[in-house]
């Protein structure tokens, strides 16, 4: 399994050789996100993640937003857990499973190391609690993992005052026990008997097995007790333990399980309990709602502009505009390309480098505009732009703004003096044009892992990384990075998977193994504005650590729609294993059609795409995602093409779960910059896409409202 966290300007699109990090690194920050106060009956997580009593889920849902890092032990199993509610009915989950007593595999493969399984589950609220009825959710645990602890499973959830009591019936090996006749039976016998056998490659819908076979009772209570801190949780397990996984048996004593969870603050659970009547479990739960997480303090951003307590007289022709410029950089965080007026309208245009909130990065513009101006001048706008895009003017009315700072009219008031546009060409004076900055570099830290494989269950590696960018115009650019592997564990990388496609990601050992010093990114970049609503980009060179060529894209974007149609082409090849100018023998020509679709239903975007893959092999690509008002960032994908299952290989097909999280939420500073973790189950050569740097509909994603409508109060900060 690859995962990463990547630390990006918003522009860019993270390249595929860095698929590493641990998705539960951001929640062992939790308790600096969150308030410390424990929330009153919010449930609790099970030994598998997700809401839940010990080894049954309950129809209860956490809060969107909520991210939750379980580990639990109960031996012979150890359980990493993370768990994401990007809806109020949706929750997902993402699993390790460790079993210590049996091998991963040959000794000659993998060592000692233990077996190692993974999963994704998904539980569906069906309907919400009422007085009378009870909440009821459906779900599928292991849903495209190999099988080993899949199960199927209906309950319902009923409050009485501090007790939740819950009942649910199972199928598969959350209803082992297999004691109750399949009620499904009565619309075919095919419900009446489960397939046996586990998928060799995993990664599969098993749908043919889904509620089929004996089913099982379960059920339990959590009991929220005086004190609020302590949770008691009793439950009747479903699973007798006489059908594990490789006939791994267990003993159990008893059906019952019945254990303790103390809530140390708003983001630490520690459990502790007796399963099987015979075995202690203990776990921790780390979690936080990262959708209403607010932003700390921004001590390190500079103060507000003051406002003049004189009125100002100073003429448009009479203001040094050289100061606003450095002004307008140093404190509104735009890099200013020009300023221009139109009548009784001073337009700012540039791009915003400092305010992830476009709302806060206009207040402040309109306070320095404000300070410097006298009459004549009724209306302030900001052009914004991105690698030379013009993307969306945004204006706000002078008197209100001061009315608003005033508070002699409420923001409701003031957002009907508040307008965006399309950004057309219009008569204009100029006021004043910089020298446009032609360079600007910085280096980082990185860290990646890889979790799971043969080898090893953590390979790690730290790098310093120096990115560079040199632009001969606005539009026409120069892109570099040089990465230096600092301590890494990857000598112990030895396993090549099996592929019966061409190695387009399969060799991705040699590419972190081969050199310590390398050259992932050496790219020419163009942009042009083809028309009012259409974008183009063309692009050559070294564009990711595996593959450089020459590509291009063309995005229609119309200005005040929730939907874009984008087309993306390349003929790439693949790069030497030292990852500098040299080229192996394998070409491909790769491209999709992708469809960008805004369903204005609790903020869920979908991008439908179609097209040629790395490894020839044709399909399509569907990925959902929810953006929170606060920018964070929940989605998945999957990828299904003409390479099948077979050569394919283990995993079956393509897919992830990613988070964006805004660094802004983070730091005592603003900052356009984004965290995106992404998690894949396996890297393998179907289905895999060319990692581009830049991407038109990110590019152009200041089109969408949504972020500084939903952020408009930040104005006056």
């Not at 609220?125 to 209906?154: C, K, M, N």
């Not at 008997?193 to 089913?215: L, M």
């Not at 801190?229 to 008893?254: A, F, R």
């Not at 494989?453 to 560079?468: K, S, T, V």
Request: glycine share 10%; aromatic share 12%.
């Amino acid at each position: 399994m690859k995962q990463r966290i990547r630390h990006t300007r918003r522009s860019r699109v993270s390249a595929p050789c860095r698929r590493a990090c641990l998705l539960a690194g951001l929640l062992i920050a939790a308790p600096a996100l969150a308030d410390t106060t424990p929330t009153g009956y919010a449930p609790t997580q099970s030994d598998w993640g997700g809401a839940g009593l010990w080894q049954t889920p309950t129809a209860r849902m956490a809060d969107a937003g909520e991210v939750a890092f379980t580990a639990s032990h109960a031996q012979p199993y150890t359980r990493y857990n993370f768990t994401l509610q990007p809806l109020p009915w949706l929750e997902g989950i993402i699993r390790y499973s460790d079993i210590s007593n049996i091998p991963y595999g040959p000794e000659s493969l993998s060592g000692n190391q233990s077996l190692k399984d993974k999963s994704i589950d998904a539980k569906v609220r069906l309907w919400q609690e009422s007085h009378w009825l009870p909440a009821v959710a459906v779900g599928i645990r292991d849903l495209g993992g190999t099988g080993l602890f899949s199960g199927e499973y209906v309950v319902t959830s009923k409050r009485f005052g501090p007790i939740d009591a819950s009942l649910g019936m199972a199928w598969g090996y959350m209803g082992a026990r297999g004691d109750i006749s399949n009620p499904f039976g009565v619309l075919s016998d095919k419900f009446k008997t489960r397939p046996t056998g586990h998928s060799s490659t995993g990664g599969e819908f098993n749908s043919h097995a889904y509620f089929r076979g004996p089913a099982a009772l379960f059920g339990g209570i959590s009991y929220q007790t005086p004190w609020q801190p302590l949770v008691i949780k009793v439950e009747y397990d479903g699973n007798n333990y006489k059908h594990e996984p490789h006939n791994d048996n267990q003993p159990q004593s008893s059906p019952f399980n019945v254990g303790a969870v103390f809530r140390l603050n708003r983001s630490v659970d520690f459990s502790a309990a007796l399963e099987r009547g015979n075995t202690a479990m203990f776990s921790i739960t780390l979690h936080t709602n990262l959708a209403e997480h607010a932003a700390p303090p921004k001590v390190l951003d500079p103060p507000l502009p003051p406002r003049k307590t004189t009125p100002v007289t100073t003429t448009s022709e009479q203001v040094n505009w050289a100061d606003v410029s450095r002004q307008l950089h140093d404190n509104a965080g735009i890099r200013v390309s020009k300023i221009t007026r139109r009548g009784r309208e001073v337009v700012v245009t540039g791009e915003q480098v400092r305010y992830f909130y476009t709302a806060k990065a206009m207040g402040r513009t309109a306070r320095v505009l404000d300070d410097y101006l006298g009459p004549g001048i009724d209306w302030f706008t900001v052009e914004s732009t991105r690698e030379g895009l013009p993307i969306v003017d945004t204006s706000v009315h002078r008197e209100r703004f001061d009315a608003l700072l005033d508070h002699r009219i409420p923001m409701d008031e003031f957002r009907l003096s508040v307008e965006q546009d399309q950004p057309m060409p219009q008569h204009e004076e100029v006021l004043y044009q910089p020298k446009p900055k032609k360079f600007d570099g910085g280096a980082s830290i990185t860290y990646g892992q890889s979790l799971g494989g043969p080898d090893a269950f953590i390979l790690y590696q730290i790098a310093a990384n120096y990115e560079a960018n040199f632009h001969f115009t606005p539009n026409f650019w120069w892109s570099g990075v040089v990465s230096a592997n600092l301590i890494n564990n990857y000598d112990k990388f030895t396993y090549d998977a099996p592929s019966n496609l061409p190695r387009v990601r399969t060799y991705i050992r040699e590419y972190l193994t081969s050199r310590r010093i390398t050259l992932p990114v050496f790219q020419l970049t163009a942009t042009k504005r083809l028309g009012q609503d259409w974008y183009g980009m063309a692009y050559a060179g070294m564009f990711e650590s595996m593959y450089g060529g020459v590509g291009g894209e063309v995005l229609y974007r119309p200005f005040g729609e929730r939907w874009a149609l984008g087309a993306d082409a390349a003929w790439v090849k693949q790069r030497g294993f030292d990852q500098d100018f040299s080229f192996r023998h394998y070409h491909v020509a790769t491209g999709h059609v992708t469809a960008y679709i805004d369903t204005g239903v609790d903020d869920v975007t979908l991008a439908l795409s179609a097209g040629r893959y790395l490894a020839g092999d044709w399909g399509g690509t569907i990925d959902v995602s929810r953006e929170f008002r606060n920018g964070v960032r929940m989605g998945a994908y999957a990828t299904l093409t003409s390479a099948d299952g077979k050569q394919y290989g283990e995993g079956s097909f393509d897919k992830g779960i990613y988070i964006s999280i805004p660094f802004d939420l983070m730091l005592p500073r603003s900052t356009v910059n984004r965290a995106n973790i992404l998690w894949q189950p396996l890297i393998r050569d179907g289905g895999a896409t060319l990692g581009r740097r830049y991407s038109l509909y990110t590019l152009t994603d200041g089109r969408d409202s949504d972020n500084f409508n939903g952020n408009l109060q930040m104005i006056t900060q």
